[in-house]
Structures are given as C-alpha cells and as structure tokens.
C-alpha cells in the first residue's frame, strides 16, 4: 500500500505565498511521477502541476509563472511553491503519484487526501 501525506495549506491574503509539501511512503520501488490537483467548491478537479522522474515539468496555464513544483526523489517528497496568490486560487490540493511496486514491475497511482488553502482579497 502506497500513502501520500499533503501539508502546508493554509489561509494566506492574496499576493502572499504558500509551500505545499506531498511525501509518499509505502511499497515503492521508483517513481515516474508526481503532481498537484485542486478542486475549488462546485468547480471540477483540474491538474496544477505535474512533474516526472526525468525532471521535466507541466503547469496549468492559470498558475504558470506563479507556482514552482519540484521534487526530492531521496525522500519521495514533492512540493509546490505558490506564490502571488490570488482568490481564485482557493481549493482543497490534492497530491497524487505514479510509481512501481516494490518488488514488481506493476504500476499503480494513488491520491493524497488533500489539503486545504484558501486566499482571502
């Protein structure tokens, strides 16, 4: 079983910033990739930022210039700088993964249970 544990969300006013940090523990034997969700109240979830086992990243065109994802492969441990908050930026972030098993070649993902920022104007 593969666990993802967010923290650093938080209440912050707009302009301000936020680091989210995402660790995975559990049956690992490498991962390809790790990545930050958002789902705001009635909107659907929408991907904020992903990035590979290669380094190479992807952000949504809302956040772009804003957030920073990176990773520590050592500690299996994602983050994602926020900066220049707005309001519109509030919803609950979710982490997720795509690795191998240990001791397989089977790939599987898995969701952290999220957590909440909001940016108040």
């Known amino acids: 079983q593969v666990q993802l544990v967010e923290s650093g969300g938080g209440l912050v006013q707009a302009g301000g910033s936020l680091r989210l940090s995402c660790a995975a523990s559990g049956s690992i034997s490498s991962i390809n990739a790790m990545g930050w969700n958002r789902q705001a109240p009635g909107k659907q979830r929408e991907m904020v930022a992903s990035?590979?086992?290669?380094?190479?990243?992807n952000y949504a065109d809302s956040v772009k210039g804003r957030f920073t994802i990176s990773r520590d492969s050592a500690k299996n441990t994602v983050y994602l700088q926020m900066n220049s908050l707005k309001p519109e930026d509030t919803a609950v972030y979710y982490c997720?993964?795509?690795?191998?098993?240990?001791?397989?070649?089977?790939?599987?993902?898995?969701w952290g249970r999220g957590t909440q920022v909001t940016v108040s104007s």
């Open positions: 997720n993964t795509y690795f191998v098993y240990s001791g397989t070649f089977d790939r599987g993902s898995s």
């Open positions: 990035i590979t086992s290669g380094g190479s990243t």
